[in-house]
């Protein structure tokens, strides 16, 4: 196929491709969440961005009202963990699986350079996109697998600034001693 990324044996964590590099989850208090994850897993440390901002995206074919939300990111051999917390109350692709006040398993994402081709094998098989957005010059989507899989697939357009932050978290989690700043910012200042 063209434009994909060949498939194989060894992922790279942060690097493009056909596969799953991400899985995510919904929390009500990022940190918390962080500290219980780096304790109770010994995954870590966790980078957080916090209050991202996002304006301007389509949720389920309509202007969405906007979002704010917090990440954080640690890596896990091939996968990185990501937690979400959003702040505001607005309809997202987030509170269509998990309601305020719940917390627990949101989606996967695929990290690809053929982003227009991976999102259409899902919208040819009937599935939706529950949010369309642009983050920088960086395209992704939220799509609503969740009558097949359980939860949504994530599909992420390669971005130079996005796989340098990707490679210092994996690069950061090969490093750590599991003890020393679970917690980091995602970009100090």
């Known amino acids: 196929m063209s434009g994909t990324a060949p498939i194989t044996s060894a992922v790279?964590?942060?690097?493009?491709?056909?596969?799953?590099?991400?899985?995510?989850?919904l929390v009500e208090d990022l940190e918390a969440a962080a500290r219980a994850w780096t304790q109770t897993t010994g995954i870590g440390p966790f980078f957080i961005v916090p209050h991202i901002q996002l304006a301007e995206f389509d949720y389920r074919g309509e202007k969405?009202?906007?979002l704010d939300f917090s990440v954080a990111l640690a890596?896990?051999?091939?996968?990185?963990?990501?937690?979400?917390?959003?702040?505001?109350?607005?309809?997202?692709?987030?509170?269509?699986?998990i309601a305020k006040g719940q917390q627990g398993f949101h989606h996967f994402c695929i990290y690809?350079?053929?982003?227009?081709?991976?999102?259409?094998?899902?919208?040819?098989?009937?599935?939706?996109?529950?949010?369309?957005?642009?983050f920088g010059a960086m395209r992704f989507c939220y799509v609503d697998t969740s009558p097949a899989l359980g939860c949504m697939i994530e599909?992420?357009?390669?971005?130079?600034?996005?796989?340098a932050f990707f490679t210092r978290v994996a690069e950061a989690a090969a490093d750590w001693d599991g003890v020393t700043d679970p917690i980091r910012p995602g970009f100090p200042d």
């Not at 599909?155 to 796989?163: F, K, L, N, S």
């Open 155 to 163: 599909i992420v357009e390669q971005d130079e600034g996005q796989t």
């Open 75 to 97: 890596q896990s051999g091939g996968v990185q963990i990501e937690l979400i917390q959003q702040h505001c109350d607005n309809p997202s692709a987030y509170r269509d699986l």
């Open 64 to 66: 969405g009202a906007g």
């Open 12 to 25: 790279i964590p942060g690097q493009p491709g056909p596969h799953l590099m991400q899985a995510a989850f």
């Open 112 to 134: 690809t350079p053929d982003y227009d081709a991976t999102r259409q094998r899902y919208i040819d098989q009937g599935f939706i996109s529950a949010v369309d957005g642009v």
